[in-house]
Structure formats: C-alpha cells, structure tokens
C-alpha cells in the first residue's frame, strides 16, 4: 500500500471514529450492521478497488445518513440524505414549486447541494476532500445535521406558504 | 511569561473569540496556497482589490458575505468569487453564469433556468452546488470546510474545482 492510500484509510479511520465520538454512530443499533463491510475494508482488507457506504444517523432529526465512499477514488468522499417525500408533490405543477421553493433555499442558505430526484425525492449531498482533519470533520458534520433539519422545515413551510399564494 | 502576568492579561471574553482568531489563521493560510497553486491564482486584474481583502484577512473585520477575493483558474479561464468570512466555518467559492435561456427574464425561462440547476445539483460527483439566481442566471457554488488539513488537500481540491469549471459550459448545453 502507498503512503497516499495509508493515509486516505486513516481518514475514513478518523471519520469513523468521529461519528462514533460525536453521537452519529450507535454500534449497537440494528442499521449498525449494514456497515459490517465498510468497516471490515476500511480497518483490514484495505481494498482500493472498492467502493461502499456507511450509514450513521441524524442527531438531530433521527434520519439516515450515509457515508458513500469510492476507494478508487481517492481524494474524496460525499455524505449524503435523502428525504422521501411520499408521492406529495409528485404532479408536475407540485415539482416545479417544489423545485422553485429549493432553488430559493439554496440561494438564500448556505447549504450542501440539494436536488430533486426523479422520483421527486429531495437529496442533500456534501463532498469532504481527503485527508481531513479531525475539527473540520466535526464542522462538517455538525454542518450538515443542521442544515438538513433546518432546511428540511423551512421548505415544508416555503412550499405551503407558496401553495396559499398561488391559489 | 510569569504566573502573575498570565493571570493579569486581558483573557478572551468568549469561546467565539478564540475560534475567530483561528479562523483567521487559516484562511491566511488558504491564501498561501492559492499563491502557491498550479491551477488558481489571485486574479491579477483585480490587484489592488485583492491586496485590500487580504490585508483585512489579518484582521477579524471580514464578516461581510459581500467582501471576496477574485479566483483565476488558468484551466477554463474563469474567474471565481472566493468568500473568507471570519464567522463561517468555511471557505465559498462562487462563479456565476447568465441565464442560459437568454436575457429575457419572464418567467418561463426562469424556471427552466432552475430545471437546469436541478440537473447539475443532480449529477453525481459534480463538485458544486447550482442555483438559479432572480434572473434566472446560474450560481455555482462549493463550500470548503475549514481547516483543511493540509497543502495537498487544497491541491486536489484546486485540480478538481478546475476540472469541473472546465465542464460547465458542455453540460449547460446539454442540459438546456
């Protein structure tokens, strides 16, 4: 293994190991053991040619969030939520509004990259260049809970506030 | 420094004063490296303004998100919008493009502006964030959290901004 590969496992090490500190990570809840092989490449087999996730949860608000690595890729990984929004906004006039009261979100906040899917879904996703460092971890992480649980009311009440007006 | 003085200088009057300072520290730091960069480099149109930002970065007066250093990258030839205020955990760069529908800004092309936006915030692994401003003009923008560990995560971190402002132009067409 390259020093450079040495030290991108030692940042996932780290950000483990963070998440665990922090709150983010319960070993002993049942989605802990979706993480078996994340865990077992990150502190044995060392597989560069791997890619997988890692799921912790929300402080905040009790959601999932998942850790999405690229072993090949080794200057980055992305974290990532999603918010199923059960069929609500799926016609077309409820996307585009949906879509308008996001695009107003964004611009106002600073906040990770939020999207719709195509299934209308809303996704928040932040990208952590690698290696990191223990306190920007935390920032980064503390940044994101925030930012989804206050995102994630001020477009409920965006959306509703925008539906009202418009009709 | 003797026990006596140590206990009689002034003290920092909150925790926030303590992360404002090292706050401070970085983005000078940050500064260094975008020197130092093979792809970005302080716009040299822009001497005098940039000389005035960095000399206030010594200071903790830079709270305002209207202050910016501007960001050459050789690469696409793109000038960036850097953010280094003092109260974010974070560094914000932003480099904007009109609205691809045209300068007509009714409300049809304004929403296809953010449907384009959409498209790119969509795509995965593409560094920045997109937002379609009042106009319908398009806001790229990537936060990079503070401290970064070192030099050579802000040069890859360089090399991946430059390759991506490099595909804007492609895939707003392809988006349109």
Same mark, same amino acid.
């Given at each position: 293994?390259?020093?450079?590969?040495?030290?991108?496992?030692?940042?996932?090490?780290?950000?483990?190991?963070?998440? &665990?500190?922090? @709150?983010?990570?319960?070993?002993?809840?049942?989605?802990?053991?979706?993480?078996?092989?994340?865990?077992?490449?990150?502190?044995?087999?060392?597989?560069?040619?791997?890619?997988?996730?890692?799921?912790?949860?929300?402080?905040? &608000? @009790?959601?999932?969030?998942?850790?999405?690595?690229?072993?090949?890729?080794?200057?980055?990984?992305?974290?990532?939520?999603?918010?199923?929004?059960? @069929?609500?906004?799926? $016609?077309? $006039?409820?996307?585009?509004?949906?879509?308008?009261?996001?695009?107003?979100?964004? /611009?106002?906040?600073?906040?990770?990259?939020?999207?719709?899917?195509?299934?209308?879904? &809303?996704?928040?996703?932040?990208?952590?260049?690698?290696?990191?460092?223990?306190?920007?971890?935390? /920032?980064?992480?503390?940044?994101?809970?925030?930012?989804?649980?206050?995102?994630?009311?001020?477009?409920?009440?965006?959306?509703?506030?925008?539906?009202?007006?418009?009709? | 420094?003797?026990?006596?003085?140590?206990?009689?200088?002034?003290?920092?009057?909150?925790?926030?004063?303590?992360?404002?300072?090292? *706050?401070?520290?970085?983005?000078?730091?940050?500064?260094?490296? *975008?020197?130092?960069?093979?792809? =970005?480099?302080?716009?040299?149109?822009?001497?005098?303004?940039?000389?005035? !930002?960095?000399?206030?970065?010594?200071?903790?007066?830079?709270?305002?998100?209207?202050?910016?250093?501007?960001?050459?990258?050789? !690469?696409?030839?793109?000038?960036?919008?850097?953010?280094?205020?003092?109260?974010?955990?974070?560094?914000?760069?932003?480099?904007?493009?009109?609205?691809?529908?045209?300068?007509?800004?009714?409300?049809?092309?304004?929403?296809?502006? *953010?449907?384009?936006?959409?498209?790119?915030?969509?795509? !995965?692994?593409? =560094?920045?964030?997109?937002?379609?401003?009042?106009?319908?003009?398009?806001?790229?923008?990537?936060?990079?959290?503070?401290?970064?560990?070192?030099?050579?995560?802000?040069?890859?971190?360089?090399?991946?901004?430059?390759?991506?402002?490099?595909?804007?132009?492609?895939? !707003?067409?392809?988006?349109?």
């Amino acid at each position: 293994m390259t020093s450079k590969e040495h030290s991108v496992f030692a940042s996932y090490e780290l950000a483990l190991m963070q998440l &665990l500190e922090l @709150g983010y990570y319960d070993p002993e809840d049942e989605y802990a053991t979706r993480n078996e092989d994340f865990l077992n490449n990150v502190f044995t087999t060392k597989d560069t040619t791997k890619s997988s996730t890692f799921t912790f949860k929300s402080k905040l &608000l @009790g959601q999932y969030f998942t850790l999405n690595a690229d072993f090949k890729k080794d200057n980055y990984f992305r974290i990532t939520a999603y918010w199923i929004l059960d @069929g609500k906004y799926k $016609s077309m $006039s409820d996307r585009l509004v949906l879509l308008e009261c996001i695009n107003n979100l964004a /611009n106002k906040y600073a906040s990770p990259k939020l999207y719709l899917d195509k299934d209308t879904d &809303l996704w928040f996703d932040l990208q952590v260049f690698l290696p990191i460092e223990k306190q920007s971890f935390k /920032n980064t992480i503390e940044f994101f809970d925030q930012s989804v649980a206050s995102l994630r009311r001020e477009l409920i009440s965006t959306f509703n506030d925008f539906k009202k007006d418009k009709q | 420094m003797s026990n006596a003085l140590a206990k009689l200088m002034p003290k920092k009057s909150s925790g926030d004063s303590v992360e404002k300072q090292h *706050i401070i520290a970085l983005r000078e730091l940050f500064v260094d490296w *975008i020197r130092e960069c093979k792809e =970005l480099s302080l716009d040299p149109s822009r001497e005098e303004q940039n000389k005035e !930002i960095v000399d206030k970065l010594k200071t903790p007066e830079l709270d305002k998100l209207e202050e910016f250093l501007v960001v050459y990258d050789s !690469i696409s030839d793109t000038r960036m919008l850097c953010f280094l205020d003092s109260d974010l955990p974070f560094v914000k760069f932003v480099v904007n493009y009109s609205n691809p529908y045209g300068n007509n800004k009714d409300d049809l092309t304004k929403s296809n502006s *953010i449907t384009v936006a959409n498209k790119f915030n969509c795509t !995965i692994n593409f =560094l920045f964030s997109c937002a379609s401003d009042e106009d319908g003009d398009l806001r790229f923008s990537y936060r990079a959290m503070l401290p970064l560990k070192d030099q050579e995560v802000f040069k890859s971190m360089s090399k991946r901004i430059a390759m991506e402002l490099n595909r804007i132009p492609q895939l !707003i067409a392809e988006y349109m």
